[in-house]
Structure formats: structure tokens, C-alpha cells
């Protein structure tokens, strides 16, 4: 089992609809969970950290973590062709070292 | 806030050359700063960790002799890839965990990497 999984996709979504992109992690003690944003040909940016059970909302997106199910997931509402990207969903393990799924492309149709 | 800088943004160099890559973090202290090397369509593959002042941790598989990791001061880290060959080629990307007035975190913020070609 992978220590950090998430569907490669693609997903694809129409402009204007919810994207939602999910994420499951092996590691019951993680306590800091990070999404990522990656264009084509660039690095990663940040676009949430979450570390308490619950939702975290910011702007158009929002994460879900569910540690007894160990589970995170982010949110996009109101998806934009902008948003098209792949997301990296990452967990950090006890040694401090970020664990990355291999990310899901999501594309967004105009 | 939270800004990392590379530099090169793109190399081209020979087979048997060195390369150095700079990482820098432009207005906070960087305690720890991380190598990672990315493949097309694959994830970032963690290469090794730096703390200011002392040797850099590798990952296993990682050559240390191969790649020199230097994190000489709080802004600064440097990855030098000797004697590079075709398969070198690569995106490295940096990141930078440290202080923000003060507070540590642990969010790492990623440089805009390096495109690698040896050719």
C-alpha cells in the first residue's frame, strides 16, 4: 500500500461545477496534511494545509480532513479553466519529510 | 511572504560536467531546506534534507557523492550535481521550511526548479 494515494484522473469537470479530489494516507499519526498545485512544467505551489479534523475553507476551495478515516480531500468550487493543473495532495510523517501522492490531474472545460 | 528563488531556471550542459543549483529563501529563514528531483509525469521524489550548518540527510538510492548539498547559511542551499550524465536529467525543484516572525513552521514552500538537460 502506497503511503499517500490519490486517483491520477484525469478529472474533468465542466466551468463552473464543484471539483472534488481525494486523497487517503497509511500513516495514523500524521497530523499535517497539505495540498499542492502544479502547472505543466512548474513547480508545486501551496494552496491549503489542515491539521485539526474538519473543514478548512479558503475562497473557492476548501479541505476535509478525516483522521479516524484517514482521509483528506480539497474542495474547488465554482471551477475555473485556470484551475486545470494537477493537485498533489501531501503528508507530512513523523521524520518531517512531506510524502507526496502521485497527484491528480484535474481539467476544467470552458 | 514565504518566497523561494532557484537559479539556474534551465541548464544545458555536457556529460561530465558539474552543475551547481542555487535555492534561496528571499524573506524568511530557511532551518530546512529540501532537494527533490521530478521525472515527467511522476511525482516529487524527495532527494535529500538540509539543515543550516550541518551535513545533508540522503534519501536511500540518493548518491551523496554525486550530489553535493551545501546549506552554508539561513537563506541559502546549493545542490551541485557532479560528473552529470544524460539520465541526470531532470527537474530539481527546492523547498524551504523555517521561522515567520519569529514562530517556526512546518509548511515547506517550493522554488520554481531547475530544468536539468545534459546532453
Known amino acids: 500500500q502506497k503511503e499517500v494515494e490519490q486517483n491520477s484522473g484525469p478529472l474533468s469537470v465542466p466551468e463552473g461545477a464543484i471539483a472534488s479530489l481525494n486523497c487517503t494516507y497509511s500513516?495514523?499519526?500524521?497530523?499535517?496534511f497539505f495540498w499542492y498545485r502544479q502547472y505543466s512544467g512548474k513547480s508545486p505551489e501551496l494552496i491549503m494545509s489542515?491539521?485539526?479534523?474538519g473543514d478548512k475553507e479558503d475562497g473557492r476551495f476548501t479541505a476535509q480532513l478525516n483522521k479516524a478515516s484517514q482521509y483528506v480531500s480539497l474542495l474547488i468550487r465554482d471551477s475555473q479553466p485556470s484551475d486545470s493543473a494537477t493537485y498533489l495532495c501531501?503528508?507530512?510523517?513523523?521524520?518531517?519529510?512531506?510524502?507526496f501522492g502521485q497527484g491528480t490531474e484535474l481539467s476544467v472545460k470552458p | 511572504g514565504a518566497v523561494v528563488s532557484q537559479h539556474p531556471s534551465w541548464v544545458i550542459c555536457k556529460s561530465g560536467t558539474s552543475v551547481k543549483i542555487e535555492c534561496r529563501s528571499l524573506d524568511f529563514q530557511a532551518t530546512t531546506m529540501f532537494w527533490y528531483r521530478q521525472f515527467p509525469k511522476q511525482s516529487l521524489m524527495l532527494m535529500a534534507t538540509s539543515n543550516e550548518g550541518s551535513k545533508a540527510t540522503y534519501e536511500q538510492g540518493v548518491e551523496k557523492d554525486k550530489f553535493l548539498i551545501n546549506h552554508a547559511s539561513l537563506t541559502l542551499s546549493t545542490l551541485t550535481v557532479t560528473s552529470a550524465h544524460p539520465e541526470d536529467s531532470s527537474f530539481y525543484i527546492c523547498?524551504?521550511?523555517?521561522?515567520?516572525?519569529?514562530?517556526?513552521?512546518?509548511?515547506?514552500?517550493f522554488g520554481p526548479g531547475t530544468r536539468l538537460t545534459v546532453l
Open positions: 489542515i491539521y485539526s479534523n
Open positions: 501531501a503528508v507530512k510523517n513523523q521524520g518531517g519529510k512531506l510524502i
Open positions: 523547498s524551504a521550511q523555517g521561522t515567520s516572525g519569529g514562530r517556526g513552521t512546518d509548511t515547506q514552500y
Open positions: 500513516d495514523r499519526v500524521s497530523q499535517s
